[in-house]
């Protein structure tokens, strides 16, 4: 396939940045604009310093008020909990792209057959949510009791667990939703009664589904790969993406784009070319900490072609053999990533605690950048609320900048 554009890394570096709203001339000014701008925001209950929608927000709006994303969610329901790329905050206007999962989930794989013999054996269990629901609106996984007749077995976490597992269940088939929290705990209520009335209801093509899905993804994602595409927003078989990326070409909706030194092919929506000139002056990405889980650096080999990257989640990595460290946020500056830090918050004593510090390669020196650091570091503290901050390791030449 002939490219129609052809791109250097660093180019595709910054159209990457600025599609993500992450550079200053593209960021967004609120919860909703960041999340039209995603498509989707992963959603996770660790909180070594903060959970990662909250960080993912940050990176965008600087220092914003949590409560707008529960108003979202929770009261003017923009948002709503499902599964696309990973577990995500997604858009209620988007509902027609879930519905067919909805319908169709567990599918026909062996895990399937299980989850559809477990839920067929404890039917009286999932009538009990269900009317219960109903009945009295919201409800916490431990207000239905336990009327499962048969356990749920598992490894992990889940063993035993027959009513938190069967709400999950019902969750991704649209039979229930997340309706608040009470501290850690979920609160859930009847789809039926939860989404809101103006939400979209209608039905799309399976082609139309894959469509939107793909040009949604490749836009979020500035410029991309098939393999890029597939996996970011929700994830749709590699085949059925390069078929969909050739449809968009052949409509005019997308362009084939080569970028120097990285296997393509490549691809740009149409609407996004105006980033290739728009990135080349006047453009900035503030020094800003990324989530582990940001929707920039998600995908490791994309980081990894673009970034020049190795970056995986070392949580269950044994601490000996940890890299960088439990919880990493990479620190991108510019269109680099400068620094990788490995935080935790006491929120009791107020104190930010920077456990390992990391400068990228060809960094270790750059005093200047290593304050820079420091002080997007400091920021996102005082705004979780931290009053000092401390950094046990950090490269030499940096320690001589930063706090003692």
Not at 180 to 201: C, K, L
Not at 267 to 281: A, G, P
Not at 357 to 386: D, P
Request: glycine share 6%; with cysteine.
């Amino acid at each position: 396939m002939d490219s129609e554009l052809r791109l250097d890394l660093k180019a595709a570096r910054r159209i990457a940045l600025a599609a993500q709203g992450l550079d200053t001339g593209h960021r967004a000014t609120t919860v909703m604009e960041a999340a039209r701008l995603l498509n989707c925001i992963q959603f996770d209950p660790l909180n070594v310093i903060a959970r990662t929608q909250l960080l993912v927000l940050y990176s965008r709006l600087g220092p914003f008020d949590p409560a707008e994303l529960d108003r979202a969610l929770f009261d003017d329901r923009e948002l709503f909990h499902y599964w696309a790329h990973a577990a995500s905050f997604v858009l209620t206007d988007d509902f027609p792209l879930y519905q067919r999962t909805m319908k169709s989930w567990p599918g026909k794989s062996d895990w399937a057959v299980r989850v559809n013999k477990w839920m067929s054996d404890n039917d009286k269990l999932r009538r009990t949510i269900l009317r219960g629901l109903k009945r009295n609106g919201t409800m916490l996984a431990r207000d239905f009791g336990d009327t499962g007749s048969v356990g749920w077995t598992s490894t992990g976490w889940t063993e035993g667990q027959q009513v938190t597992r069967m709400l999950d269940f019902l969750w991704i088939q649209g039979k229930v939703m997340i309706a608040g929290r009470r501290g850690i705990q979920r609160v859930w209520a009847h789809a039926d009664d939860w989404f809101p009335e103006w939400m979209p209801r209608h039905t799309v093509s399976k082609t139309a589904e894959v469509d939107s899905i793909t040009s949604r993804s490749l836009r979020a994602l500035g410029v991309a790969t098939p393999k890029h595409v597939a996996h970011h927003f929700v994830t749709v078989p590699v085949a059925e993406t390069r078929t969909s990326l050739e449809r968009l070409r052949k409509r005019g909706d997308i362009v084939n784009v080569e970028v120097d030194g990285i296997k393509g092919p490549w691809f740009m929506h149409r609407n996004d070319l105006h980033l290739i000139d728009e990135v080349k002056t006047g453009w900035r990405v503030p020094t800003t900490p990324l989530s582990p889980f940001d929707n920039l650096i998600r995908d490791r080999q994309r980081t990894k072609a673009l970034f020049d990257l190795d970056f995986t989640i070392e949580i269950y990595v044994p601490a000996a053999k940890r890299r960088y460290g439990y919880y990493v946020l990479p620190v991108v500056e510019g269109d680099k990533i400068v620094a990788l830090a490995d935080p935790k918050l006491d929120r009791k004593n107020q104190l930010l605690t920077i456990n390992a510090l990391h400068a990228a390669e060809g960094f270790e020196t750059n005093t200047a950048v290593a304050k820079r650091v420091h002080q997007s570091l400091w920021k996102l503290g005082k705004w979780l609320g931290a009053t000092d901050i401390t950094y046990p390791k950090a490269p030499p030449a940096w320690k001589k900048v930063l706090p003692k």
